[in-house]
C-alpha cells in the first residue's frame, strides 16, 4: 500500500507511511528465514505428495511427531506460501434422525460399547466388482476389519464376527442398515446367541449410521479414490496396508490428533474382564468392558 501510494502521488515514503499511520520500521522490516526452513518446507511438500488430503494441521501434527519445530501457524504460513490447497467438499445437510438407534441417540461410551459395519464398492482396472466390509469401533474409531472380496454373504460377516469377538472380545451393540446381509436371519440368530444387540438404522436414512458414513468418506478420499487395483489380490495388499496405517498412523482430529490405535491403548488402562461367552461352535469368546475414557 505504501508502495503504491508513492508511485502514484509521487511522495516519500516518510509522507505515505504517516498517512497510513504506519510505522517505517515495519515497513522496511525483511523477515529472516529460519535455517531449517528450506529442509522443513521440502519435507512437508514430501508429505503432502503421500497424503494429498491432508490439510495444514494434520500436515503439521506429522512434522511436530517427527522432531521439526512446526506450530501450526508456521506451517499454515508456508503452506500459503507454496499455494497448497485442498479442494473442499460440498457441506451436507445434517439430520438427527427419528431412529432411536441413531449415532445420535445411542452413543458409544466406551471401547467395544458399539461397533458399525457397512459395506462400500469399487472395481478393477478391467471393470471386476470389488466389495469392502468395513467394521469400526465407535468409541476409538479404530478399523477392527477391512474384508474386500468379489461378493461378501452373511456367511462371510459371521465368520469375520467371529475371528474378531475371538480376538478383540464381544461388543453390546453393532449398528448396521438394513441391507440383506445385516437382516439376515442367519446374522440375527448367531448375534443373539452372544448376546450382541442389533441397532437397526431407519430405511434411507445414513446420517444415522455416521461413524460408518465418515469412515467410509475418509476411505473413498484417501484410499480408493487415488489407487488403482489391477486385481482381488492386489487390492487386498493395499486394503492391509491402508488399514495399518489408518489405525496406528493417520493422526484423527476426534481424538486430539492421536491415532485410534494410540487412543485405544490409552483406553485398555481401565479394561475389566467380564464372564467369557460361548457361541454355537463351541469357541470361548471373552467380552471386555471398558471405563469411559476421557476424551482429548
Not at 498517512?19 to 522443513?40: C, F, I, N
Not at 456367511?155 to 464376527?161: F, M
Amino acid at each position: 500500500m505504501v508502495v503504491t501510494l508513492q508511485e502514484e502521488f509521487t511522495v516519500s515514503e516518510r509522507r505515505a507511511c504517516r498517512v497510513l499511520d504506519q510505522p517505517r520500521t515495519s515497513q522496511r522490516y525483511e523477515p529472516k528465514p529460519r535455517d531449517d526452513e528450506a529442509a522443513l518446507v521440502k519435507r512437508m511438500l514430501e508429505l503432502v505428495r503421500r497424503r494429498p488430503r491432508f490439510g495444514y494441521r494434520r500436515i503439521a501434527w506429522l512434522l511436530r511427531q517427527e522432531g521439526w519445530r512446526a506450530s501450526a501457524t508456521r506451517i499454515y504460513r508456508l503452506w500459503r506460501r507454496e499455494g497448497l490447497k485442498v479442494p473442499q467438499k460440498k457441506r451436507k445437510r445434517r439430520r438427527l434422525g427419528t431412529s432411536e438407534n441413531s449415532c445420535d441417540r445411542r452413543r458409544a461410551e466406551h471401547q467395544n460399547h458399539v461397533w458399525t459395519w457397512d459395506f462400500v464398492f469399487d472395481h478393477t482396472t478391467s471393470g471386476s466388482t470389488l466389495k469392502w466390509l468395513s467394521i469400526v469401533d465407535e468409541y476409538t474409531r479404530e478399523c477392527l476389519a477391512l474384508k474386500v472380496d468379489r461378493g461378501i454373504t452373511s456367511e462371510d460377516v459371521i465368520d469375520t464376527l467371529a475371528e474378531l469377538f475371538a480376538m478383540r472380545g464381544v461388543p453390546e451393540h453393532i449398528r448396521s442398515d438394513n441391507g440383506p446381509e445385516f437382516i439376515a436371519l442367519a446374522i440375527q440368530r448367531w448375534l443373539a446367541q452372544v448376546d450382541v444387540q442389533t441397532l437397526y438404522i431407519e430405511p434411507g436414512s445414513p446420517w444415522e449410521n455416521g461413524y460408518a458414513e465418515s469412515f467410509h468418506s475418509r476411505l473413498r478420499d484417501e484410499f480408493l479414490a487415488l489407487e488403482e487395483f489391477e486385481n482381488l489380490p492386489a487390492a487386498r495388499k493395499l486394503t492391509t496396508a491402508w488399514k495399518e496405517d489408518y489405525n496406528h498412523h493417520r493422526p484423527h482430529s476426534s481424538l486430539g490428533y492421536l491415532a485410534p490405535a494410540d487412543f485405544a491403548a490409552r483406553c485398555c488402562s481401565s479394561v475389566r474382564a467380564t464372564p467369557s461367552l460361548q457361541n454355537s461352535s463351541g469357541l470361548t469368546l471373552t467380552q471386555t468392558s471398558i471405563t469411559p475414557g476421557t476424551r482429548i
